[in-house]
């Protein structure tokens, strides 16, 4: 089992910078593949930012060029980088984890409000 963790959200001005941070405990060796989703209210869940245990990363467009997403060494704790924040990044934002055995990991989300 996998505990995520999510922490780092809060309100912030449009053109201002958040980061937020996603602590994985538990059985973090088994992870793949972590990632960071949004939620926004009507919306579908949508795919933000993926890392993979051997570094590479892929980013919805987005969010391609604003957001920067990262891992420590350790791999026990992820990073979501936001920059250039628009009041249309307001939502709740998820960490993601997927073992290699293809179980999937959530964490309980942070919100991210963007004032205009």
């Known amino acids: 089992q996998v505990q995520l963790v999510e922490s780092g959200g809060g309100l912030v001005q449009a053109g201002g910078s958040l980061r937020l941070s996603c602590a994985a405990s538990?059985?973090?060796?088994?992870?793949?593949?972590m990632g960071w989703y949004r939620q926004a209210p009507g919306n579908e869940r949508e795919a933000l930012a993926t890392i993979t245990s051997g570094g590479s990363t892929n980013y919805a467009d987005s969010v391609k060029g604003r957001f920067t997403i990262s891992r420590d060494n350790a791999k026990t704790t992820m990073y979501l980088q936001m920059n250039s924040l628009k009041p249309e990044d307001t939502a709740v934002y998820y960490c993601?984890?997927?073992?290699?055995?293809?179980?999937?990991?959530w964490g309980q989300g942070t919100q991210v409000t963007v004032s205009s």
């Open positions: 538990g059985s973090i060796f088994t992870l793949n593949t």
């Open positions: 993601h984890g997927v073992s290699w055995s293809k179980m999937n990991y």
